[in-house]
C-alpha cells in the first residue's frame, strides 16, 4: 500500500510541474488548501478518494495516471526518443520533399 502512495504523491508533484502550476494554483483549482497539496507531495497527508479525483480534474488528467509508476520516467524517455530519433527521421524527410 505504501509503493501505491509514493507514487501517487511523486506523480502529484511530476504533473503539477509539467503543467507549471504552483502548489497554490493546484489547490484552487482542486479546491483545497496549499497546505494539503504540500503535505500530499511530501507524503504527509493522504487524501481521500474525492481529493484524489478533484486533483487528477485540476491537473486535466485521468485519475489512474496518478498510480502510473514511474510516469515521469516513462514520460522523460518517450521525450529523449522523440528529440534524438524520430524529429532527425521527420527533418531528414521534410528535407528531401522539398
Same mark, same amino acid.
Given at each position: 500500500?505504501?509503493?501505491?502512495f509514493e507514487?501517487f504523491? *511523486?506523480?502529484v508533484?511530476f504533473?503539477? #510541474?509539467?503543467?507549471?502550476? =504552483?502548489?497554490?494554483? *493546484?489547490?484552487?483549482f482542486?479546491d483545497?488548501t496549499?497546505g494539503m497539496?504540500?503535505?500530499? #507531495?511530501?507524503?504527509? &497527508?493522504? !487524501? =481521500? ?9 485540476? *491537473? $486535466?488528467? $485521468? !485519475? ?7 510516469? &515521469? #520516467?516513462?514520460? =522523460? ?6 528529440? &534524438?530519433?524520430?524529429? !532527425?527521421?521527420? #527533418? ?5 520533399? *522539398?
Amino acid at each position: 500500500m505504501k509503493d501505491f502512495f509514493e507514487i501517487f504523491r *511523486l506523480n502529484v508533484k511530476f504533473y503539477r #510541474e509539467q503543467k507549471k502550476i =504552483s502548489q497554490s494554483q *493546484l489547490a484552487i483549482f482542486a479546491d483545497c488548501t496549499s497546505g494539503m497539496i504540500g503535505q500530499i #507531495e511530501a507524503g504527509i &497527508s493522504k !487524501p =481521500s478518494f474525492d481529493r484524489i479525483i478533484n486533483i487528477a480534474a485540476a *491537473l $486535466h488528467i $485521468h !485519475p489512474a495516471d496518478l498510480f502510473l509508476r514511474n510516469a &515521469s #520516467e516513462t514520460i =522523460s524517455h518517450t521525450k529523449r526518443i522523440l528529440k &534524438s530519433e524520430l524529429l !532527425p527521421q521527420i #527533418e531528414h524527410f521534410i528535407d528531401h520533399r *522539398l
